[in-house]
């Protein structure tokens, strides 16, 4: 029996891909964590900031994401960059953002 190579899990010989199930639904999985945590942060942000309305994400790295955003009064194009909520989450890494 061979197994996935990306986790090691025992693998049948007809899986697509060559990859376990897990696995072959991972990237799907990360969407919808990432098309959650951008819906998170649009609901917070709304709620407690005032004077900036987030636009488009345009930028994701390892602590966060990046927003265009406008600022109300101006209609200056300014980006806003906000920890992750699942990193946010734990107070030093919070406090090192």
Known sequence: ?????????????????GLCPACLLAPTKEAEGRAAAEAAIRA????????????ACIGRGGSGLVFRAREGASEREVAVKVLDPALAREPAFAERF
């Open 44 to 55: 917070a942000f709304a709620a407690h900031v005032g004077g900036l309305a987030l636009g």
């Open 1 to 17: 029996m061979t197994t996935c190579p990306a986790c090691g899990a025992p693998l049948a010989a007809d899986a697509p891909a």
